[in-house]
């Protein structure tokens, strides 16, 4: 069943968000990381493909919903609260004076890592009159080098933390920088480490909530990395992190890409198409024009070098992408206005999907995902 967003009308450009293959990737993690809880990440807006349909798709799922969702910035959090998800949410950035008001407002899980933000966090609480406790997350640096408190000083930081009982410890993490790399060896010395905190904290009796570090490409090959909690991304939208992963979990791409020729004209043998005359015609040629271009999220350096499905074969996009618009070399193919053009999905015996693209362009699915912008209207399958 196709689902529009609203009742305007839509584009000929459009994507179709396939719910039934999110669902199945995310049964099929949850195969995979068998016991341990899942922490769907859900942030810039899904990865593209919608954050609130895709919350409420998962969270129809009952008791075999995720256990948590997370998302990058307060904002997304707000969002979902708005539409009525109670599951908990981990705010995975860093927040701010500003914002923090919001921790407390909306019941969402903060990311903390130093006692700064402690303070704000208990200020604000304080100023709300809540006789709520706040429930964060602890991040861990184990080498990925960005943020958190380090792993060589983070037991004397979470027994800080321990002291203040306006805080419950609801979880620690950390995140791998190379867990989608074929050689595991940095991946495997930052999973020494963080099981290095966890044990120790074990051994003191420190009630540290969830563990949880395995993100997708974790999931998909360091087993020993599951821990209490998993944090599926990019897997649960059907693509694994990298091309040096395993195929461990079988997985469908979510979101399919389509437009429609709306017009189709001869260009003659040594004309040109397009800005920058980057193409020139070999011989008579039909060109069809398609209402979709890089204000819609398709880069630049694909021109002249991406295909489109059509009528179940292939055709190479002619000429400079411009901001509205591509072009598709049709040879001496004739197709009607209206006919439908696949730039993400496949046909009978023909398919594209994002890898296609990062191949290209040298780039990975998830900046193809969230690249396709807000004019491209998504419609739900499910």
Same mark, same amino acid.
């Given at each position: 069943?196709?689902?529009?967003?609203? +009742?305007?009308?839509?584009?000929?450009?459009?994507?179709?968000?396939?719910?039934?293959?999110?669902?199945?990737?995310?049964?099929?993690?949850?195969?995979?990381?068998?016991?341990?809880?899942?922490?769907?990440?859900?942030?810039?807006?899904?990865?593209?493909?919608?954050?609130?349909?895709?919350?409420?798709?998962?969270?129809?799922?009952?008791?075999?919903?995720?256990?948590?969702?997370?998302?990058?910035?307060?904002?997304?959090?707000?969002?979902?609260?708005?539409?009525?998800?109670?599951?908990?949410?981990?705010?995975?950035?860093?927040?701010?004076?500003?914002?923090?008001?919001?921790?407390?407002?909306?019941?969402?899980?903060?990311?903390?890592?130093?006692?700064?933000?402690?303070?704000?966090?208990?200020?604000?609480?304080?100023?709300?009159?809540?006789?709520?406790?706040?429930?964060?997350?602890?991040?861990?640096?184990?080498?990925?080098?960005?943020?958190?408190?380090?792993?060589?000083?983070?037991?004397?930081?979470?027994?800080?933390?321990?002291?203040?009982?306006?805080?419950?410890?609801?979880?620690?993490?950390?995140?791998?920088?190379? +867990?989608?790399?074929?050689?595991?060896?940095?991946?495997?010395?930052?999973?020494?480490?963080?099981?290095?905190?966890?044990?120790?904290?074990?051994?003191?009796?420190?009630?540290?909530?969830?563990?949880?570090?395995?993100?997708?490409?974790?999931?998909?090959?360091?087993?020993?990395?599951?821990?209490?909690?998993?944090?599926?991304?990019?897997?649960?939208?059907?693509?694994?992190?990298?091309?040096?992963?395993?195929?461990?979990?079988?997985?469908?791409?979510?979101?399919?890409?389509?437009?429609?020729?709306?017009?189709?004209?001869?260009?003659?043998?040594?004309?040109?198409?397009?800005?920058?005359?980057?193409?020139?015609?070999?011989?008579?040629?039909?060109?069809?024009?398609?209402?979709?271009?890089?204000?819609?999220?398709?880069?630049?350096?694909?021109?002249?070098?991406?295909?489109?499905?059509?009528?179940?074969?292939?055709?190479?996009?002619?000429?400079?992408?411009?901001?509205?618009?591509?072009?598709?070399?049709?040879?001496?193919?004739?197709?009607?206005?209206?006919?439908?053009?696949?730039?993400?999905?496949?046909?009978?015996?023909? +398919?594209?999907?994002?890898?296609?693209?990062?191949?290209?362009?040298?780039?990975?699915?998830?900046?193809?995902?969230?690249?396709?912008?807000?004019?491209?209207?998504?419609?739900?399958?499910?």
């Amino acid at each position: 069943m196709l689902l529009k967003l609203n +009742s305007i009308e839509m584009r000929n450009t459009f994507a179709v968000v396939d719910l039934t293959r999110l669902v199945k990737n995310y049964k099929n993690i949850r195969r995979k990381v068998k016991t341990s809880k899942v922490m769907a990440v859900i942030k810039a807006d899904a990865y593209g493909h919608g954050a609130v349909n895709v919350a409420k798709s998962l969270c129809a799922l009952g008791k075999a919903a995720p256990e948590y969702f997370a998302v990058a910035l307060t904002e997304e959090a707000i969002e979902l609260r708005k539409n009525k998800i109670t599951t908990p949410i981990l705010v995975l950035d860093p927040f701010s004076r500003s914002n923090a008001p919001d921790v407390i407002k909306y019941k969402l899980e903060a990311t903390v890592y130093n006692r700064e933000q402690l303070k704000i966090l208990d200020n604000e609480l304080r100023k709300s009159g809540s006789r709520s406790k706040i429930k964060i997350h602890i991040k861990i640096d184990t080498g990925m080098g960005r943020l958190g408190v380090s792993s060589d000083e983070a037991v004397d930081f979470i027994r800080y933390v321990k002291s203040n009982s306006q805080f419950v410890i609801a979880g620690i993490y950390t995140h791998f920088s190379t +867990s989608d790399e074929y050689d595991k060896t940095y991946a495997n010395l930052q999973l020494a480490k963080f099981t290095s905190l966890v044990n120790c904290l074990r051994s003191e009796n420190i009630d540290y909530g969830l563990a949880h570090c395995a993100n997708s490409g974790a999931i998909l090959d360091m087993p020993d990395s599951y821990f209490d909690m998993v944090r599926p991304g990019i897997i649960l939208y059907g693509y694994h992190p990298s091309l040096e992963t395993s195929d461990s979990i079988n997985l469908s791409p979510v979101m399919d890409l389509f437009s429609c020729i709306s017009t189709v004209r001869l260009i003659r043998e040594n004309e040109y198409v397009s800005y920058g005359r980057k193409f020139k015609a070999g011989s008579n040629v039909n060109i069809a024009s398609v209402p979709i271009g890089y204000a819609d999220g398709i880069n630049r350096h694909l021109t002249n070098k991406m295909k489109v499905i059509i009528a179940d074969k292939e055709y190479p996009q002619a000429g400079t992408v411009t901001m509205d618009r591509i072009m598709i070399n049709l040879n001496n193919d004739v197709y009607p206005v209206s006919e439908k053009v696949i730039l993400l999905g496949h046909s009978k015996n023909c +398919s594209i999907d994002a890898w296609d693209w990062c191949k290209i362009i040298n780039t990975i699915p998830y900046e193809i995902l969230c690249n396709l912008s807000k004019r491209v209207p998504r419609i739900y399958k499910s």
